[in-house]
């Protein structure tokens, strides 16, 4: 009894003293509009999340610890962005697969680096989520997505050159991410020798948009990019097509979704966007795609982005041999290449992807398909 005794007592110093890398399941909180005008995009997320976190389940988990996930509705409102936040970081959950806008995912990433959590968005675009988290020397807020300034960079000068000598109106919906893309597509576009006739903000969640057409045929705009997101793009082009007023409309990613056709009908038909190279086309991603299409899902924009970010953090975590966030970030970030369903990814310092690429795609007949710019 006294050996056994020894025995034990030496057993408990060994568990007490070996550090706990992992609990028993690894939470990742997916975060978005879950509900409202977006919930598409939420629903995206949840998706490509939990498509990712069966097949990591299925192949014997991370470590052998299983993903578990949980779901947050922000509906891409700012406040309740941050009140989110902070219930997450409460709950002790230490993975954040979000947040899809840019002015939700801003404040609330001041929450998360507080309380060191790693962030992680597949959506979020504007330069400001990272270039604020490197300046404040916060290491856990990155981004498995692009950047406005990257894609300004790539379609600005585009508009330059082939819309030469043409009126060129720019919108945006005052959004931080609406607005941030349009500046830096209006930077580029101006930079290539074209300027705009007109540039201002709309406000987002009106239903009539008849002055603004009026103010378009006035301008005799050609073409008219627009900084924002479907259900207000699909609502002037219809409103557009009932005064027979045509112009061509430019957007960024945010129309990668049936409910842009829904709502637009018709009247979309030969509408442009940037979106990064077709994610879908990607062999790493066949087989995800075949189950998720399996489940009755198609998985459009920014399904496969929240997935890789599901795989971002497994391997992290495998690399630091942890699920300490700060560590999980560092070992992401260590330049070595990420396989994931949008292809390999590497990381710079800040969090960002590196070496993004983009493709001009166009609706036709309700869908639509990258074109040779």
């Not at 057993?11 to 550090?19: D, E, F, H, I, R």
């Not at 924002?228 to 699909?234: D, N, S, T």
């Not at 409103?239 to 009247?267: C, H, R, T, Y």
């Not at 700060?326 to 330049?335: D, F, I, P, R, S």
């Amino acid at each position: 009894m006294k050996k056994l005794g020894i025995l034990s007592a030496a057993v408990l110093g060994l568990m007490m003293s070996a550090p706990v890398a992992f609990a028993d399941d690894i939470t990742v909180s997916v975060v978005g509009p879950m509900t409202g005008q977006l919930a598409n995009i939420g629903d995206q997320f949840k998706q490509g999340a939990q498509a990712a976190a069966d097949a990591i389940n299925a192949a014997g988990g991370v470590n052998g610890n299983k993903i578990k996930l949980d779901i947050q509705d922000d509906q891409c409102d700012p406040k309740q962005a941050v009140s989110v936040a902070n219930r997450i970081v409460a709950d002790g959950t230490k993975f954040v697969d979000g947040h899809a806008c840019s002015g939700s995912s801003i404040p609330a990433s001041a929450v998360y680096a507080e309380a060191g959590t790693l962030m992680m968005s597949p959506a979020s675009s504007n330069p400001e989520l990272t270039d604020a988290a490197a300046k404040a020397g916060w290491p856990t807020i990155m981004r498995l997505y692009t950047r406005d300034d990257a894609q300004g960079a790539f379609i600005g000068p585009w508009i330059a050159k082939k819309y030469a000598g043409k009126n060129v109106v720019i919108l945006h919906d005052k959004s931080a991410y609406g607005q941030g893309v349009a500046d830096a597509v209006k930077a580029t576009m101006n930079a290539g020798g074209l300027n705009e006739v007109n540039y201002e903000g709309i406000n987002a969640g009106e239903k009539d948009y008849s002055a603004l057409v009026t103010k378009l045929k006035e301008l005799k705009a050609d073409v008219v990019y627009f900084g924002g997101y479907h259900p207000e793009a699909g609502l002037i082009l219809r409103q557009a097509a009932e005064q027979n007023v045509k112009f061509q409309l430019i957007m960024p990613d945010s129309i990668a979704s049936p409910e842009f056709w829904q709502i637009a009908g018709p009247a979309g038909e030969g509408t442009m966007f940037v979106f990064p190279s077709d994610p879908q086309a990607k062999p790493e991603a066949k087989d995800a795609i075949a189950k998720i299409k399996a489940g009755g899902f198609v998985p459009e924009g920014f399904t496969l982005f929240s997935y890789a970010v599901v795989q971002a953090f497994a391997e992290g975590i495998k690399r630091a041999g942890s699920d300490d966030p700060a560590k999980v970030a560092e070992a992401l970030k260590n330049g070595q290449p990420i396989s994931t369903v949008v292809g390999q990814v590497t990381f710079d310092e800040k969090g960002d992807l590196k070496n993004a690429s983009y493709d001009i795609n166009q609706w036709h007949d309700g869908k639509y398909a990258p074109i040779q710019p």
